[in-house]
């Protein structure tokens, strides 16, 4: 989550709708307001691996073309989502933003679907 509010223009209209969980990957299905004004339902899959000395590091993100910080073809397997460049992932990790993240105990309940008429509240404002 942390990794696409970076990413995503207008990250105040992001609102996650569903979270899967796999044994080293989550896939957030999101919607927000592009840069168009445009609503949009997308997905992004994120992996992970235990680095014995630097603890969780995200390993590889897939998600929608975004000109500068994608590969410029659409990855085999992955339907329309296109991976993360490596240099992207690795500044992430040198950032020590999943460290920072797993280590601060961050809020883990998964909010109800927008089909059973919640609206999911916004995130808070940390200023």
Known sequence: NEFLTLHIPFPTTLQKTEVEFYRRARRI????IDAYGTFQMEMIECSFYQDPDKGVQLDRVFFNYIKDITETTRSPGKGRLYEVKKEFI???????????????????IIPDRLDQGEKIPPYPDFK
């Open 29 to 32: 299905y999101y919607t927000h």
């Open 90 to 108: 690795d500044l992430f990790n040198r950032s020590r933003s999943p460290a920072a993240i797993v280590n601060s105990d961050p809020d883990l």
